[in-house]
Nanobody, 126 residues
Framework: QVQLVESGGGLVQAGGSLRLSCAASGRTLSNYAMGWFRQAPGKEREFVAAVNWKGDNTGYAVSVKGRFTFSRDNTNTAVYLQMNSLKPEDTAIYYC???????????????????WGQGTQVTVSS
């Protein structure tokens, strides 16, 4: 069982930055591919970014590419989503997710992810 805990959300003005963190409770994430998803009010949850287990393959939604960066720390105990040039439309609850995988692939369909955090709120004011 993998328990994920997100942190780093908050309120920021448009154009600002936030860094979200996701840590695993009691274990490393070394054999897990990781993803970030988000859900805005009244909308379905959507893919934001993903990274493979080694950290050498990443993928991003078109809406965030060039603004967001997904990374893993060297100890494989946490992953991060650096969000720059934030826009009001980025406002959502952001969820960290994981699935066991030692391939280079990354998956964007949330149905492939087995473990989820509780979410952290990101609000971008105009």
């Amino acid at each position: 069982q993998v328990q994920l805990v997100e942190s780093g959300g908050g309120l920021v003005q448009a154009g600002g930055s936030l860094r979200l963190s996701c840590a695993a409770s009691g274990r490393t994430l070394s054999n897990y591919a990781m993803g970030w998803f988000r859900q805005a009010p009244g909308k379905e949850r959507e893919f934001v970014a993903a990274v493979n287990w080694k950290g050498d393959n990443t993928g991003y939604a078109v809406s965030v590419k060039g603004r967001f960066t997904f990374s893993r720390d060297n100890t494989n105990t946490a992953v991060y989503l650096q969000m720059n040039s934030l826009k009001p439309e980025d406002t959502a609850i952001y969820y960290c997710a994981a699935y066991y995988s030692r391939t280079t692939m990354i998956l964007k369909d949330e149905r492939n992810y087995d473990y989820w955090g509780q979410g952290t709120q990101v609000t971008v004011s105009s």
